[in-house]
């Protein structure tokens, strides 16, 4: 079993930055696939960012390319979501997810087994 702890949200106003950190226990997320997805008030969640078990190969949501960045340090079991450049419309909460296997790039919810509580993201205009 894996559980997975969001960390980092709060309250971040428009231009400014915020991190994000995963952590994993109950099993290393070492070798697996970790992806961020978000969902804002009324809406459906969506994806927003993903890495490969290596960390050498990411993929980002066009709404967030160019301002996002996944990372993951393996000898730390973390994952981290940097934000920049913040706008309003990326409130929202933020969930981190693993899945436990596979060697390529997943960007739909249901190719995740462990799911964090998520944590809020709020930035002012």
């Known amino acids: 079993q894996v559980h997975l702890v969001e960390s980092g949200g709060g309250l971040g106003q428009a231009g400014g930055s915020l991190r994000l950190s995963c952590a994993a226990s109950?099993?290393?997320?070492?070798?697996?696939?970790v992806g961020w997805f978000r969902q804002a008030p009324g809406r459906e969640r969506e994806f927003v960012a993903a890495?490969?078990?290596?960390?050498?190969?990411?993929e980002y949501a066009d709404s967030v390319k160019g301002r996002f960045t996944i990372s993951r340090d393996n000898a730390k079991n973390t994952v981290y979501l940097q934000m920049n450049s913040l706008k309003p419309e990326d409130t929202a909460i933020y969930y981190c997810?693993?899945?436990?296997?596979?060697?390529?790039?997943?960007?739909?919810?249901?190719?995740?087994?462990?799911w964090g509580q998520g944590t809020q993201v709020t930035v002012s205009s």
């Open positions: 997810a693993l899945r436990p296997g596979g060697s390529r790039i997943y960007v739909k919810e249901y190719e995740y087994d462990y």
């Open positions: 890495t490969t078990w290596s960390g050498r190969t990411t």
């Open positions: 109950g099993r290393t997320v070492n070798g697996y696939p």
